[in-house]
Nanobody
Framework: QVQLVQSGGGLVQAGDSLRLSCAAS????????MGWFRQAPGKEREFVAT????????YYADSVKGRFTISRDNAKNTVYLQMNSLKPEDTAVYYC????????????????????WGQGTQVTVSS
């Protein structure tokens, strides 16, 4: 079992920065990819970014490339999402996700590549 606890959401203005954190406990040492998804009102949940166990492989949605940075601190079993140059269209509930099965190795940017999820964190970006 893996538990994911998120923090760092909030209300910011366009152009501001925000950092999300996701701390894993339980069998965190066995996690492959950890990633972030988001869901805006009336929209489907979409992939944002993910990172491999070593941190050597990262993937980003086109909509956030150059603005968001994902990182991983295995000593703390924590993944971060640094969000810069935030836009109103970034407004969403952000979910941390982790893969314990290895499925993310093949489905790195899909929901079904992950089997554990955080509680969600609201990020609101005003115009």
């Amino acid at each position: 079992q893996v538990q994911l606890v998120q923090s760092g959401g909030g209300l910011v203005q366009a152009g501001d920065s925000l950092r999300l954190s996701c701390a894993a406990s339980g069998r965190a040492f066995s996690i492959y990819f950890m990633g972030w998804f988001r869901q805006a009102p009336g929209k489907e949940r979409e992939f944002v970014a993910t990172i491999s166990r070593s941190g050597g492989n990262t993937y980003y949605a086109d909509s956030v490339k150059g603005r968001f940075t994902i990182s991983r601190d295995n000593a703390k079993n924590t993944v971060y999402l640094q969000m810069n140059s935030l836009k109103p269209e970034d407004t969403a509930v952000y979910y941390c996700a982790a893969d314990l099965s290895g499925r993310s190795l093949l489905f790195v940017n899909a929901e079904n590549g992950y089997d554990y999820w955080g509680q969600g964190t609201q990020v609101t970006v005003s115009s």
